[in-house]
């Protein structure tokens, strides 16, 4: 046990050093080629997804399995399983220009808040209903300009089988906007790097499965209840089979 976590803390201070070393770096690189960047916002976006795939690739233990689709909507809202903090930096390696929710405001630390804000992390947590609103504009404004938003519609981390019950906000978005849904199921984190945990649950090398499914296009239902309940069904079924091969 005292050896998964010492590894599992490794593998934390691996994660977060990487950005801390290339934080500095990317700023420097980011003043000089500004002028001539035409979205400077996703500069980071892209810095952040380099070193991700550094560290999945230092740490060879999680083995990333990718099904992904040949071809997704230009903008979309991707709605993703949630068992790890690990699961937004491997979203980060396949979805370009994009904001994402987190419910934890790690941003109360100001180094934290100022990363998480350069690579396009939003919080709810302990907002008024004014600041909500005009992060959902924020959304809104990217969606019209033919970019994506990623939520974790659970709104926490599960264990288990069993998805948690969805929240509606993002479905709301969805019928607001017009634009798709792509979910997304990652499977297999939990036996590696569990909610509330710190340490690794193995050291043995884990297939992490990543599954993108089909588009669904809010048109074809009723209302975003409707839309949420299909939702949430076909990936409970998508992560019924990956659980199987876990």
Known sequence: MLLKCIIGSFSHLLFFGLIVISLPVAVVIYVLIKPFLKEPEYFFQKGFALSNRIFFFLVPKIKLQFDLQKDLPESAIYLST?????????????????????KVNLGAVPFVAFISNLVGVRYFAGKSIDEVSKIYQEFEDMLVNNNNIIFFPEGTRHTGRD?????????????????????????????????????????????????????????????????MKYIQKIMQEQKDTLCDLS
Request: aromatic share 8%.
């Open 163 to 227: 998805l948690e019950p969805f929240k509606r906000g993002a479905f709301r978005l969805s019928v607001k906007t017009e634009k798709p849904i792509v979910p997304v199921v990652i499977e297999g984190l939990t036996q590696i790097l569990p909610r509330k945990s710190f340490c690794f649950r193995t050291n043995k090398k884990t297939v992490v499965h990543v599954k993108i499914l089909r588009p669904v296009y809010p048109q074809e239902f009723d209302s975003d209840i409707a839309l």
């Open 82 to 102: 949630h068992q790890s903090i690990l699961d937004y930096p491997i979203l980060s390696l396949l979805i370009k220009k994009h904001l994402i929710v987190a």
